[in-house]
């Protein structure tokens, strides 16, 4: 377990400060909860590996845009744009399903540092049998540089499923899709992560990094040149990130300090 030491009035690590000022969070339970999520993500050697991290707190969109990675308000810094329909709460996120999408501004080929080192995550409130929607992902026209997570309580190939720089779908059976995913890529091993347990693991090289944005509650898809409109989803996301590859330790502590986050935000499933 990792302990946070900021506690008994000392100050909150620079990099949750710097997040927690950005956003404007003056609720106490708030900072708290971020400053522990980062003090955690760094005792487990975690936080170097995420190039985005979007913790929906403060129950806005002016406060869920910024990526507690980096806290700037710029396309480079990879703050989200939102578009469409969306509903902001002290629960998360959550699209419409017919026009809500968000922008995260970051492309795989230039922010990824190899096609064989990725992930993708993505904590579900929803519980729901959608098999067209699509969490986050993007598409530049080349199928070997697929790369995106879609959760459907539902049967495989239809269930939860995953492309991970590469044209060929991994998926399982799922009886519930809320809960937090992972779906991850080092070397030719991929898996997709339900919480603590692995829902599919599958061997298959690494192609392409994609050249196009990834985009939440959708994917971003060359022929449309923007969102597809058949891939938009309504789950409500309480946490999302996009970064290097994680093993399987660093996955099952990336969602110990993920559930600990929502847990002091009372919104965990």
């Known amino acids: 377990m990792i302990i946070n030491p900021y506690v008994f009035g000392a100050a909150f690590d620079p990099d949750a ?16 909860a971020i400053n522990t999520l980062v003090v955690s993500l760094k005792g487990y050697s975690i936080w170097t590996k995420m190039k ?3 913790p929906f707190v403060g129950g806005t969109a002016s406060t ?15 703050r989200l744009v939102f578009f469409g329909g969306w509903t902001h709460s002290s629960n998360g996120v959550q699209g419409n399903g017919t026009n809500g999408y968000a922008d995260t501004f970051l492309v795989p080929n230039t922010t990824l540092a190899a096609a064989d080192s990725v992930h993708l995550s993505v904590y579900s409130r929803t519980d729901q049998a959608a098999p067209t929607d699509l969490e986050m992902g993007t598409y ?37 899709s809320a809960a937090f995913y992972i779906a991850t890529r080092i ?4 898996k997709i992560f339900r919480n603590l ?37 309504n789950k409500q996301y309480a946490f999302m990130s996009i970064g290097d590859g994680l093993t399987d330790t660093e996955a099952a502590n990336f969602y110990l300090a993920v559930q600990a986050f929502n847990t002091s935000l009372s919104r965990q499933v």
Not at 17 to 32: D, S
Not at 64 to 78: G, V
């Open 52 to 54: 985005a991290i979007y």
């Open 197 to 233: 347990v692995t829902g599919v693991s599958f061997t298959n090289a690494s192609a392409l990094r994609a050249t196009t944005k990834i985009f939440i509650a959708n994917a971003y898809s060359q022929p449309y040149s923007g969102p597809d409109p058949g891939l938009y989803s």
């Open 140 to 176: 530049d026209g080349n199928s070997n540089s697929l790369l995106g997570l879609g959760l459907d309580r539902g049967a495989s190939p239809t269930g939860t499923y995953a492309w991970i720089n590469n044209a060929n779908t991994i998926s399982f059976s799922d009886t519930n």
């Open 17 to 32: 400060q710097a997040f927690i000022t950005a956003a404007g969070l003056t609720n106490p339970t708030q900072q708290n």
């Open 64 to 78: 869920h845009k910024w990526n507690l990675k980096n806290p700037l308000d710029t396309n480079a810094a990879f």
């Open 187 to 190: 070397g030719s091993a991929q």
